[in-house]
């Protein structure tokens, strides 16, 4: 066989050591979180079945769905006539595909929840921390195969849900040590009386999808598409009006319920008053919480979000200061389940983007340098009898949980001193024939140099800290 | 959309809260030893080019590979011609897919290491846990996506990484409570001098499959087999004369070393001299580590491992008093990363079946019951006055680090303890109106049914610990 010279995928990256250490600790934090809230973890398959993927995405979301191919005989029931059809491949894919690889942690979840809703205790409390495929033209930032963090709660409407939401983005993003950011709520209903309070042109749809691109395209190019779709320069004046109401969260409660009298929105249950109240009711909860944070928690009216099935309170966070989307979104729904035959199951859950945590940590250099190491001590390896002298040592290293190794070879010092450098090795051990007659130890700390010389015992207390 | 009844790949599997907390537990402690031991995280993509991984596991594992439709129109290439041939889907392969599921750790360790050589600390030691998928009939115990967990040092020849090896194995069983296991240790060489010793009939690959299957065929199977394979009687008649050699560890060595010689086995680098060598070498760098298990290691000359790219040492652990196959295996390697143009790099290995050991501990229910829980502590949820009076209490709890929950909606009490009990919850607080005005809490233990009430200081102790 001829060598090759080996590649991965585009889109897909190798994770070395040091960076798999930096994504398990902010995975730790987030699973911690999640866990001190009542969230269980679930995991699903990779493959799922194309039936339950297909058409819960959208028409892009199928285009960019991986499919497998069926095993063995795969092409069997191809025939030339699907050949000589227009759409060959759409023609061919049912024939010779039925899997496809998970493509967000949102649509398994629901699949699980109906296949396993008759042993299932509700409100069902899950997290789900697991990789995600996408055939998207891969670019800075963006990858074809990505890890996602939900948390969602199922079979219930309280609020609390939202409340701990809140608290639970809090929580991560300050023990990761990034203070500085802005958790974003709004709610579907809020925006549905905006629609309403517009005079009912155009369609809702598309009142959303505009307001979505409100932070890339301005306000001058929401109005162009609005005008676009059907919406009179009036209504968008008005649309702006409302989305500029001033205050605090509470200020701007109480000025958007006075805009929804004027403009005539109906006082009923659909309406906007329901959502300004669920986000009182929010509110509340979190005052009761002693919730702190208020400065980061903002009642952003421009808020949508681009997926259609959010009902309820929305979500989204953005780190403050650094050039960067949001790191994390969610948001209620009504009705996830209902495409698996299972209706009226409403829940909330939000999502953590591993990949752009990981860049504002790097950015604000937030990543504790103990992180990176794994092993604490490397012990010198002179010669085979100074070798088969330090066993035992490194062998009480271990049992007082210290991780170490001895170097596998006996050698130069030099390649040891370098191999202990580039892994982040921090101290380096060693036992001549000197000091083995003492029954001393050197310990020299890679970062200052310093070398000491002193006993086992004072070693093991030395690394324990 | 009509609703659908939805399901899963078969093969594959959904993992509830308390099924991932038991495998989490498996991968913690597996994971601990391997970073006690200076193994350093590894995580390769789940998309391989089939370049890489084609012609890798023999032409078997290229028909179990899982390959990935192109995205787009990934029809667009196929031809009449090609539909007509004889072979369509294999001809059709190439021309719709050139991407593959990864189907072992071993062979992505390989392409990272070439990719990555000239940055690369060497010896490398990677440990590398994650999902593998292989389109295998499913069975009992056989899955088409399971996570392998596995350890292996390139760069070196150092037969201290065998030594370690047998440690870590060690270790992990012990405290995963599988005290009473077999490790099996063998060398490649000791079969190649067998093969020596029976007078060059048949070839070499021909008796290592053969000894392979002792265990599943018995003496009579195996004999069998070889004389079909062109083995003489006299032949199989020695080699089971070999087979059959009896002691300890170090009695074996000997007794294998004066039949050798007796048989005429050429005292060359290449025998199985070399092989007695090593093992003894690991004997003795076990004996210096005060190794103390010995009643768990066996030099069992019967052991063959089917990969055919072993070349030295080979290990595996059974479980004894269980009705499974091996939980553990691996080997010395001389020329892994040779196929991706980079020949001469040794390495040593060896991996943990994540679901064999998951069965064992079920078996033996030695799973830590501590394991199966998130939540420790529910609050019950009385009324809103109730529950707005409890949420700094469940501040508190979680701010102690004690996974808490609030049932989100106030109602029966039955049902919220069915909820705890449910979901495997210990403790449920309880702060009812006459409790509030008290400041006083009841704290019910489910498993007892004790109910105290206690100040919330001694709700925290009581919990806390």
Redesign the interface.
Same mark, same amino acid.
């Given at each position: 066989?001829s #060598?090759?010279?080996?590649?991965?995928?585009r889109g897909?990256?190798? &994770?070395?050591?040091a960076v798999?250490?930096r994504r398990?600790y902010i995975f730790g934090v987030i699973r911690r979180v999640f866990?001190? &809230?009542?969230?269980?973890?679930?995991?699903?398959?990779?493959?799922?079945?194309l039936?339950?993927l297909t058409?819960k995405y959208g028409e892009e979301g199928d285009?960019?769905l991986?499919?497998?191919?069926n095993?063995?005989?795969?092409?069997?029931d191809?025939?030339?006539d699907d050949?000589s059809a227009d759409n %060959?491949?759409k023609r061919?894919?049912p024939k010779?595909?039925e899997?496809g690889?998970r493509y967000d942690l949102t649509v398994p979840f629901a699949?699980?929840v109906?296949?396993?809703r008759n042993t299932l205790?509700f409100?069902f409390?899950?997290y789900q921390i697991q990789?995600v495929?996408r #055939?998207d033209r891969p670019q800075r930032g963006r990858y074809?195969?990505f890890y996602q963090c939900d948390a969602d709660?199922v079979g219930?409407?309280?609020l609390?849900?939202e409340a701990e939401i809140v608290l639970m983005m809090s929580e991560v993003l300050t023990t990761l040590g990034l203070t500085d950011h802005t958790i974003k709520i709004n709610h579907r209903r809020v925006l549905g009386a905006f629609y309403q309070a517009l005079g009912g042109e155009g369609t809702e749809v598309d009142l959303f999808t505009a307001i979505d691109k409100l932070d890339k395209i301005g306000r001058e190019g929401v109005e162009k598409e609005l005008l676009g779709r059907g919406f009179s320069a009036e209504a968008t004046e008005r649309l702006f009006d409302l989305l500029s109401v001033g205050g605090d969260f509470e200020e701007k409660i109480e000025r958007l319920l006075a805009a929804f009298a004027t403009a005539g929105v109906e006082p009923d249950n659909a309406s906007g008053y329901k959502g300004l109240q669920d986000l009182r009711q929010v509110l509340?909860?979190l005052r009761? &919480?002693?919730f702190a944070k208020w400065q980061n928690l903002e009642f952003d009216v421009t808020l949508a979000r681009g997926l259609s099935y959010y009902t309820g309170c929305i979500f989204e966070i953005k780190i403050n200061n650094v050039n960067m989307g949001s790191v994390s979104g969610g948001g209620r729904y009504d009705n996830l389940t209902?495409? &698996?035959?299972l209706p009226g199951v409403s829940g909330v859950g939000f999502s953590f983007g591993v990949d752009r945590l990981y860049d504002c940590l790097e950015e604000l250099k937030l990543f504790p340098e103990a992180v990176a190491t794994?092993?604490q001590c490397?012990i010198a390896n002179f010669d085979a009898e100074s070798?088969?002298a330090v066993?035992?040592v490194? %062998?009480q290293l271990?049992a007082a949980?210290?991780?170490?190794?001895?170097f596998?070879?006996a050698g130069k010092l030099k390649k040891q001193f370098?191999?202990a450098d580039?892994?982040g090795i921090p101290y380096v051990l060693l036992q001549g024939s000197e000091e083995r007659v003492a029954s001393q130890f050197k310990l020299k700390k890679l970062s200052t140099g310093e070398e000491r010389t002193m006993s086992l015992e004072e070693v093991l207390a030395e690394l324990a800290r």
């Amino acid at each position: 066989m001829s #060598a090759q010279s080996p590649s991965i995928p585009r889109g897909t990256r190798d &994770f070395g050591p040091a960076v798999v250490a930096r994504r398990n600790y902010i995975f730790g934090v987030i699973r911690r979180v999640f866990e001190k &809230f009542g969230y269980a973890p679930l995991e699903t398959p990779t493959l799922e079945n194309l039936s339950v993927l297909t058409g819960k995405y959208g028409e892009e979301g199928d285009q960019l769905l991986f499919k497998v191919l069926n095993s063995g005989d795969f092409a069997k029931d191809v025939t030339a006539d699907d050949l000589s059809a227009d759409n %060959r491949s759409k023609r061919l894919l049912p024939k010779v595909a039925e899997k496809g690889l998970r493509y967000d942690l949102t649509v398994p979840f629901a699949r699980y929840v109906v296949m396993n809703r008759n042993t299932l205790v509700f409100p069902f409390k899950r997290y789900q921390i697991q990789p995600v495929w996408r #055939a998207d033209r891969p670019q800075r930032g963006r990858y074809r195969e990505f890890y996602q963090c939900d948390a969602d709660v199922v079979g219930t409407n309280s609020l609390l849900c939202e409340a701990e939401i809140v608290l639970m983005m809090s929580e991560v993003l300050t023990t990761l040590g990034l203070t500085d950011h802005t958790i974003k709520i709004n709610h579907r209903r809020v925006l549905g009386a905006f629609y309403q309070a517009l005079g009912g042109e155009g369609t809702e749809v598309d009142l959303f999808t505009a307001i979505d691109k409100l932070d890339k395209i301005g306000r001058e190019g929401v109005e162009k598409e609005l005008l676009g779709r059907g919406f009179s320069a009036e209504a968008t004046e008005r649309l702006f009006d409302l989305l500029s109401v001033g205050g605090d969260f509470e200020e701007k409660i109480e000025r958007l319920l006075a805009a929804f009298a004027t403009a005539g929105v109906e006082p009923d249950n659909a309406s906007g008053y329901k959502g300004l109240q669920d986000l009182r009711q929010v509110l509340d909860y979190l005052r009761s &919480f002693e919730f702190a944070k208020w400065q980061n928690l903002e009642f952003d009216v421009t808020l949508a979000r681009g997926l259609s099935y959010y009902t309820g309170c929305i979500f989204e966070i953005k780190i403050n200061n650094v050039n960067m989307g949001s790191v994390s979104g969610g948001g209620r729904y009504d009705n996830l389940t209902g495409a &698996f035959g299972l209706p009226g199951v409403s829940g909330v859950g939000f999502s953590f983007g591993v990949d752009r945590l990981y860049d504002c940590l790097e950015e604000l250099k937030l990543f504790p340098e103990a992180v990176a190491t794994t092993t604490q001590c490397l012990i010198a390896n002179f010669d085979a009898e100074s070798e088969v002298a330090v066993l035992p040592v490194l %062998r009480q290293l271990r049992a007082a949980g210290i991780p170490s190794e001895l170097f596998p070879e006996a050698g130069k010092l030099k390649k040891q001193f370098q191999y202990a450098d580039q892994k982040g090795i921090p101290y380096v051990l060693l036992q001549g024939s000197e000091e083995r007659v003492a029954s001393q130890f050197k310990l020299k700390k890679l970062s200052t140099g310093e070398e000491r010389t002193m006993s086992l015992e004072e070693v093991l207390a030395e690394l324990a800290r």
